[in-house]
């Protein structure tokens, strides 16, 4: 679990999870890139460092509201590395934020 911002740029950005939450093992303010095709379906990638890389594909739902995807491709240093994984957020922030 991560609390993400999608910039409406192409940028994304962690903000960590909030104080005492269990969750201390995680990583914090990771950046990436994403982009959003007209069909509203996109491509992001997570770039770790020492060549972890994680490559997601997603569709957004719900007026821009939700993105539900899965992890298309994760590399551990440098080598693909085999993983089933979903990923679904939703926006937090009221419309009136944007």
């Known amino acids: ?12 950005t962690t903000d960590g999870l909030p104080g005492g939450s269990g969750f201390s093992a995680f990583r914090t303010g990771e950046t ?8 509203c379906t996109g491509f992001q990638t997570i770039n770790l460092g020492v060549g972890t890389v994680i490559e997601k594909a997603f569709v957004i739902s719900n007026s821009g509201r939700s993105f539900h995807g899965v992890v298309a491709k994760f590399t551990v240093a440098g080598t693909a590395a085999p993983i089933q994984s979903r990923v679904d957020g939703w926006k937090l922030a009221s419309d009136q934020d944007d």
Not at 1 to 12: A, I
């Open 1 to 12: 679990m991560v609390l993400g911002r999608f910039d409406g740029k192409g940028g994304y």
């Open 32 to 39: 990436a890139n994403y982009d959003v095709n007209l069909d």
